[in-house]
């Protein structure tokens, strides 16, 4: 096992590492990999075109490093799915699959449903909202998974500047991880605090341990998928790569607020779970925030569930399609 101070240093990398698409494809293929790039959507239209156009003819048409390209979508009532298509992409409406096992929307339902859609050894995830959009968002992330085989799951990190009507400030960004997340792990899983920004949307993952963690349908996916990961593997199996500048139109802090909600109430199960932590009363659903009108304040409340869907390798369909038992002769 690595010290913590070790890790940072060895497995902390750069894009430009990575930038011999060529070199990268041809190691790919000599270890037998297949990737795919599963890209969560719900209404997207402004973006969705051209981060396919971009990833594909440099990743897939000039350079075959991703195995398929997947729009996973929500329920958007714009253009996205259309757009996508059009451009390209493989295109599933969350909604339509393994529908005996309900609905639920959010980016982790998403991304759960990916691994029963998708077939890549790896797989990619990378936000839709993303302005400045660049082939390193993917070969940054797939880079050590190809490399080294002891690396099961790779993390983004990047300057995050805050846009604004007036443009971009340079700094800031990342304010849940700093004022929320990063104390709690701290606290808690102090090895995790080495990861630069633990809720960034953009990671890959090998199937194999992907399909053996739980997934929340909500905000609390990213934080989730490093507790469980860690749990099982350490913090030996992560990496993370400097992506350099990440620019996203950003939320209110109001937003933030019902976000770190969702974040805090995951985090909290897995200390009920792995008993660092006893709760008497369980915790509620309702986010409280006000507004103001005329100088009177007034409570608006958010109903936050804190849904998880199973490992999928508990799911019998995706046992079947890829886990077949062996036929008898």
């Given at each position: 096992m690595m010290k913590p101070e070790t890790w940072l240093q060895e497995r902390t990398f750069h894009h430009a590492s990575f930038w011999d698409l060529k070199k990268l494809v041809e190691a790919k293929e000599r270890r037998g990999l297949?990737?795919?790039?599963?890209?969560?959507t719900l209404n997207e239209e402004q973006t969705i075109g051209k981060e396919i156009v971009i990833l594909k003819s440099e990743l897939r048409d000039r350079y075959p490093l991703l195995d398929e390209i997947a729009v996973i979508d929500s329920g958007s009532t714009?253009?996205?799915r259309e757009i996508a298509a059009s451009f390209g992409a493989d295109v599933y409406l969350a909604s339509e699959h393994l529908q005996q096992y309900g609905e639920h929307r959010g980016k982790g339902e998403n991304l759960w449903k990916a691994l029963y859609l998708l077939k890549g050894d790896i797989i990619v995830y990378v936000d839709t909202d993303i302005a400045n959009i660049h082939p390193r968002f993917v070969y940054g992330l797939v880079g050590p998974l190809i490399n080294d085989p002891q690396?099961?799951?790779?993390?983004?990190?990047?300057?995050?500047?805050?846009?604004?009507?007036?443009?971009?400030r340079p700094t800031g960004g990342g304010r849940v991880t700093e004022i929320l997340i990063r104390p709690l792990f701290c606290l808690f899983?102090?090895?995790?605090?080495?990861?630069?920004?633990?809720?960034?949307?953009?990671?890959?993952?090998?199937?194999?341990?992907?399909?053996?963690?739980?997934?929340?349908?909500?905000?609390?996916?990213?934080?989730?998928?490093?507790?469980?990961?860690?749990a099982q593997l350490g913090l030996d199996a992560f990496a993370q790569t400097d992506l350099d500048r990440r620019v996203h139109r950003n939320q209110e802090t109001v937003a933030l607020g019902r976000m770190a909600?969702?974040?805090l109430k995951t985090f909290l199960s897995r200390l009920t779970q792995q008993q660092k932590a006893v709760f008497?009363?369980?915790?509620?659903?309702?986010?409280?925030?006000?507004?103001?009108?005329?100088?009177?304040?007034?409570?608006?409340?958010?109903?936050?569930?804190?849904?998880?869907?199973?490992?999928?390798?508990?799911?019998?369909?995706y046992r079947q399609k890829f886990h077949p038992e062996p036929q008898e002769v």
């Amino acid at each position: 096992m690595m010290k913590p101070e070790t890790w940072l240093q060895e497995r902390t990398f750069h894009h430009a590492s990575f930038w011999d698409l060529k070199k990268l494809v041809e190691a790919k293929e000599r270890r037998g990999l297949s990737i795919s790039l599963c890209l969560p959507t719900l209404n997207e239209e402004q973006t969705i075109g051209k981060e396919i156009v971009i990833l594909k003819s440099e990743l897939r048409d000039r350079y075959p490093l991703l195995d398929e390209i997947a729009v996973i979508d929500s329920g958007s009532t714009d253009r996205t799915r259309e757009i996508a298509a059009s451009f390209g992409a493989d295109v599933y409406l969350a909604s339509e699959h393994l529908q005996q096992y309900g609905e639920h929307r959010g980016k982790g339902e998403n991304l759960w449903k990916a691994l029963y859609l998708l077939k890549g050894d790896i797989i990619v995830y990378v936000d839709t909202d993303i302005a400045n959009i660049h082939p390193r968002f993917v070969y940054g992330l797939v880079g050590p998974l190809i490399n080294d085989p002891q690396i099961q799951y790779v993390k983004a990190f990047y300057d995050r500047p805050l846009a604004f009507s007036q443009g971009l400030r340079p700094t800031g960004g990342g304010r849940v991880t700093e004022i929320l997340i990063r104390p709690l792990f701290c606290l808690f899983y102090p090895e995790l605090a080495f990861i630069l920004q633990p809720l960034s949307g953009e990671y890959a993952g090998r199937r194999s341990i992907l399909e053996r963690i739980a997934f929340p349908v909500g905000y609390g996916v990213e934080t989730s998928m490093l507790i469980d990961i860690y749990a099982q593997l350490g913090l030996d199996a992560f990496a993370q790569t400097d992506l350099d500048r990440r620019v996203h139109r950003n939320q209110e802090t109001v937003a933030l607020g019902r976000m770190a909600f969702g974040v805090l109430k995951t985090f909290l199960s897995r200390l009920t779970q792995q008993q660092k932590a006893v709760f008497h009363d369980a915790a509620s659903n309702i986010m409280r925030q006000f507004e103001t009108t005329e100088g009177r304040y007034q409570q608006v409340e958010y109903v936050i569930e804190s849904l998880e869907r199973p490992p999928m390798i508990e799911i019998e369909e995706y046992r079947q399609k890829f886990h077949p038992e062996p036929q008898e002769v």
